[in-house]
Structure formats: C-alpha cells, structure tokens
C-alpha cells in the first residue's frame, strides 16, 4: 500500500514556526481527503486538520487561525504550516488518508519548549 514519510519537526521556542512535510510513495491524487495527525506521550492519536482534493480544508479548533495543511497532488505531498506554536503542540506528527487509512509512517518529532 502507499507508505508516507513526515519530516519537518524539531524543537522550537513558543511562538515559532515550523512547516512539516509528508511525502508518499504513491498518488495521492485519489485521495479524497488527507489529514494530519498527533500523538503526545499518554494520548490517543487524533486528528489534528485535513484537507480533499478539492482544498477544502478543516481543523480542529485548537488549531485554527495557527496551522494550515495544503496538499501538492503532482509532487505527491501534504504540508502543515505551524505557526505561534505552542508547548500543547508537542507531539509526533504523522499523515494518512482520513478514511481509508494507509500503513502508518514513523512519524516526525515537534517539540515546543523554551
């Protein structure tokens, strides 16, 4: 099935900036809708923001007006730009398909600390 690979983490001071990057070894053009996701130490995953192949986009309010996802059907990526990062942001970020998921990747690290 389609792997994905998330870079782009890394630790940075509250309100810094970091964009993270999912590449996949597949199309990702025929998925409908591509979502990021977090895990901190103790939690569930959850869904952090998605977006379909049309650009239609929905966060979770935690991170509305902060983070933004984009997708790039022809390079087979999805971005989530992280802006005023917070210390509650910390956690592994990783993407799949909304629906339908793929094998999960490592993931990529997001630490906010001062």
């Known amino acids: 099935q389609v792997q994905f690979v998330e870079s782009g983490g890394g630790l940075v001071q509250p309100g810094g900036s970091l964009r993270l990057s999912c590449a996949a070894s597949?199309?990702?053009?025929?998925?409908?809708?591509m979502g990021w996701y977090r895990q901190a130490p103790g939690k569930q995953r959850e869904l952090v923001a998605d977006i379909t192949t049309g650009g239609r986009t929905n966060y979770r309010d935690f991170v509305k007006g902060r983070f933004t996802i984009s997708r790039d059907n022809a390079k087979n990526t999805v971005y989530l730009q992280k802006n005023s990062l917070k210390p509650e942001d910390t956690a592994v970020y990783y993407c799949?398909?909304?629906?339908?998921?793929?094998?999960w990747g490592q993931g990529t690290q997001v630490t906010v600390s001062s």
């Open positions: 597949g199309s990702i053009y025929i998925i409908y809708a």
């Open positions: 799949n398909a909304k629906y339908r998921w793929s094998n």
